[in-house]
């Protein structure tokens, strides 16, 4: 199986903050990793697809980009919404697996 | 709007059976690979299983293989995952999720989620 490690797994940080969230496979999934965020006793809601592309709707502040083993999820100016639970996942093989989740806080 | 909404979920004893249903409106459901991911409670996302638009294709998470059972009623627009020999550590909260497409990968790539319906499963 795959396995994909989120980091940090927690984070700080404030209103306009530039934040990125790193995840790392533990092979090559070619560049089939999607990011998602959830907000506490909700749905995840989907973000990006095969690494870079944001899914409809998803405003331009989120903006995603790696390959191989190494993706990275940015957000270029963190507003109070976005306030929440980010997850990766692969979808290379199965089974699909998602990392561990970084929650970014006040 | 694509809509999904989960229901069947509750408490069941250890052993025990449950079918949860997925009821899907807005898009040609018989065009999409379905898939269910899962959330323990305080926990993380993990995904559970996976089937092709037709239904003729399934693949499954080892922790549920041989006890869940995944299929599709395109004719009522409805995603069905029958859980059979239950376990507390299938306690969780129970997502199904829409593909964006019905071949590799747009049929892993999610685009859209349901609400959830938790299952409890103790004595």
């Known amino acids: 199986d795959i396995q994909m490690t989120q980091s940090p797994s927690s984070l700080s940080a404030s209103v306009g903050d530039r934040v990125t969230i790193t995840c790392r496979a533990s092979?090559?999934?070619?560049?089939?990793l999607a990011w998602f965020q959830q907000k506490p006793g909700k749905a995840p809601k989907s973000l990006i697809y095969?690494?870079?592309n944001l899914q409809s709707g998803v405003p331009s502040k989120f903006s995603g980009s790696g390959s191989g083993t190494d993706f990275t999820l940015t957000i270029s100016s963190l507003q109070p919404e976005d306030f929440a639970t980010y997850y990766c996942?692969?979808?290379?093989?199965?089974?699909?697996?998602f990392g561990g989740g970084t929650k970014v806080e006040i | 709007e694509v809509q999904l909404l989960e229901s069947g979920g509750g408490l069941i004893q250890p052993g025990g059976s449950l079918r949860l249903s997925c009821a899907a409106s807005?898009?040609?459901?018989?065009?999409?690979?379905m898939s269910w991911v899962r959330q323990a409670p305080g926990k993380g996302l993990e995904w559970v299983s996976i089937?092709?638009?037709?239904?003729?294709?399934?693949h499954y998470a080892d922790s549920v293989k041989g006890r869940f059972s995944l299929s599709r009623d395109n004719s009522k627009n409805t995603l069905y995952l029958q859980m059979d020999s239950l376990r507390a550590d299938d306690t969780a909260v129970y997502f199904c999720?829409?593909?964006?497409?019905?071949?590799?990968?747009?049929?892993?790539?999610?685009?859209?989620w349901g609400q959830g319906t938790l299952v409890t499963v103790s004595s």
């Open positions: 999720a829409k593909g964006s497409g019905d071949s590799y990968p747009k049929s892993r790539e999610f685009d859209c």
């Open positions: 807005g898009f040609t459901f018989s065009t999409y690979a």
């Open positions: 089937i092709s638009d037709r239904g003729g294709d399934q």
């Open positions: 092979q090559g999934i070619n560049y089939y």
């Open positions: 095969a690494t870079s």
């Open positions: 996942q692969q979808y290379n093989s199965f089974p699909l697996t």
